[in-house]
């Protein structure tokens, strides 16, 4: 008799990952209380226009290689550790643009270390996530990974929309950006799975033919 294996559902998955991402830039969007609200948006672009180009190739080719190393503890390390300098240091350069807007201020400092604080207590989580991956066999490079110039578009589109309804609101809504941090995560997590695969691109590989150039 064979024994049941759940399938997997991905698109659960990617609606738990919006999910998630929602809350986190909710958060975020609230974090700088204090902040007036074009300082705050633009900290917020500077964090992703640094973030998917560099965290998103790097992580892709370090997922590759711990799928295929022959010492994947290893290979784990560096891809965790890769992930960890990348994120650190795109909050580290926010948190330095926002004490030149504000030099009196240290808040942003102290919310620094709490965001690095936050990304050092998932790695128990990415080390599940990274050994159940290889579990499973399919190794990255033969997927659709997320676009980076299509997530920073995305993204851009999304923060340019909440700091003009913030400005728009400030002057009748005593809690203007409450409001649009709420309304922040359900945006995403409402519209993320719907335009996910617009998002997505197939990489080439070694596999994919070129397409032969005229000779002239």
Known sequence: MTPHVPKRNPTGNVRKIYAVAGIVLA???????????WAHGLRTVVL??????????????LTA??????????????LIAARILIVTTALTVNAVLGHLLDPHSDHHFRALAVRVLCVLLTIPLQVRAAHRARERGAPPSTRPTLSAPRLMCAKLALVGAALLAQ??????VADAQLVIAAALAVTVTA???KIHTR?????ATPDTPIPARAMT
């Open 48 to 61: 992703l226009l640094i973030l998917p180009p560099v965290l998103l190739p790097a992580n892709r080719r």
């Open 27 to 37: 958060l975020m969007w609230l974090g700088e209380t204090n902040e007036p609200a």
């Open 65 to 78: 290689a711990f799928h295929t190393a022959r010492h994947p503890a290893r290979a784990l390390t560096r």
């Open 191 to 193: 519209w993320g799975p």
């Open 167 to 172: 400005l728009l609101l400030d002057p009748y």
């Open 199 to 203: 998002l997505l691109t197939t990489p």
